[in-house]
């Protein structure tokens, strides 16, 4: 059981998850967390370097202290290595193709990753979106495309904004598509659903 107040435990319960975000999804709260937790792991090597080991109570605290403090500046300095690292998961370009059968559309799209081609399909069952928020599945896989007629195709962006919103920005040879999405449900590493619109 929490001891904080209630009030506290909601300031906490916000401060965490906005940490992430901010850690995730903006570089400029990155680089300076990295920079702040950087200066502090400096000083806690020098401030352990230069305490005499003794048996006296004062120095153990002091190196206690400064050895807490550099773990914890070592978590965090990792922790912002792995959201730069995810960078290259939250923030794509690549080439697509726009596929058609009736009113199902897919966008095949390609992108180099890792020196690998990932490929994946963001599928529409009832039309292409517009204003209003439709349904859409995304399928990080190869499928089958048969039956489908190729109606556009160039280049495209990718770019999560947060843990559950993002953007497509495909520019076509025909037409662009400027989507944005909310994620849903993630069912599975391979397939997410989503609700889109165009802006």
């Known amino acids: 059981m929490s001891t904080l107040s209630p009030k506290l435990q909601k300031m ?54 400064a050895e807490s403090f550099l773990d914890l500046a070592l978590k965090y300095i990792e922790l912002c290595d792995k959201a730069d690292n995810a960078q290259k998961f939250y923030n794509q370009r690549g080439k697509f193709v726009l596929l058609q059968k009736g009113r199902k559309y897919i966008f095949n799209i390609k992108t180099l990753r890792d020196k690998k081609i990932r490929e994946g399909n963001l599928k529409f069952q009832s039309g292409l979106p517009g204003r209003r928020f439709v ?11 048969e039956g489908y007629a190729k109606i556009d195709s160039g280049r495209y962006h990718f770019k999560q904004l947060s843990f559950k919103k993002g953007y497509y920005r495909f520019w076509g040879k025909n037409k662009k598509y400027f989507i944005d999405f909310v994620m849903e449900k993630v069912k599975s590493e391979k397939l997410i659903k989503l609700k889109c619109r165009v802006v």
């Open 12 to 65: 906490a319960d916000k401060a965490v998850p906005d940490f992430n975000r901010k850690m995730f999804f903006s570089k400029k709260f990155r680089d300076g967390t990295r920079r702040s937790f950087t200066d502090i792991r400096e000083s806690m090597l020098k401030i352990i370097e230069n305490t005499p080991i003794t048996n006296t109570i004062k120095d153990a605290h002091e190196r206690l202290l």
């Open 135 to 145: 349904h859409a599945v995304l399928q990080k896989e190869v499928i089958s495309h």
